[in-house]
């Protein structure tokens, strides 16, 4: 079972007798990534549809450690961040606490909303508008991933993996006021071989967008 350990006043998920994962929004390589990434000019960026004059709301369906929202964040938009599991939202919940304390992220942070939930039953029930809703399902083990290994493997493991994917683009759908944004393995079909309006590639990744319905 995951073990939620504290390091040195920083909260570990430890998912092996000798590996644990932690969030570090002011880490090396998420400062490197904000300050030489790419800015406007990622896939990422480019999917979502920000531009210097936009002020983008981006429900962020599939936090996991926070990394594609962070990159949001980072780049003006405000954006809700949800997690289900359990172990997943805490280690979310730390990092962002440390985070606010860092006075170079702190007004990115301050973009950043975390909250507790099933994504499906937020959308069903919430009344607020977004923008954007993102989703960042699982992939397979076999793909490559932007992520540390290690990273992967605790997310791999613990995280919930009962919203059915499909379903929770169906909903998305629904309640977007611009796009959907999926991220998918850079050769995979489309989520639920539904088909995007257009895709944006990245380096490992690719970014299926479609219109919302709203």
Not at 93 to 98: A, P, T, V
Not at 104 to 130: C, G, N, T, V
Not at 187 to 209: E, I, M, T, W
């Amino acid at each position: 079972m995951p073990a939620l350990i504290r390091k040195n006043d920083v909260l570990h998920l430890q998912y092996s007798s000798s590996d644990t994962v932690f969030i570090d929004f002011a880490s090396k390589a998420n400062t490197f990534r904000r300050k030489h990434g790419g800015g406007l000019g990622q896939a990422i960026a480019k999917a979502i549809g920000i531009t210097p004059k936009t002020n983008l709301t981006v429900l962020d369906t599939t936090a996991g450690l926070g990394k594609d929202a962070f990159v949001l964040a980072s780049l003006g938009c405000t954006v809700t961040l949800i997690e289900k599991s359990p172990e997943i939202f805490a280690l979310l919940e730390d990092g962002i606490k440390r985070a606010k304390q860092d006075p170079e992220i702190a007004s990115i942070i301050a973009r950043m909303k975390l909250i507790h939930a099933d994504s499906i039953q937020y959308l069903q029930k919430s009344s607020q508008p977004f923008d954007v809703i993102y989703l960042d399902p699982m992939f397979p083990a076999k793909q490559k991933s932007a992520l540390p290994k290690k990273d992967m493997q605790a997310l791999q493991k613990w995280l919930n993996h009962d919203e059915p994917d499909s379903e929770l683009l169906k909903t998305a759908l629904k309640h977007a006021k611009k796009r959907v944004v999926v991220k998918r393995p850079r050769l995979a079909p489309p989520l639920n071989n539904h088909k995007p309006d257009f895709s944006y590639n990245g380096k490992s990744c690719r970014f299926d967008v479609y219109f919302g319905n709203a």
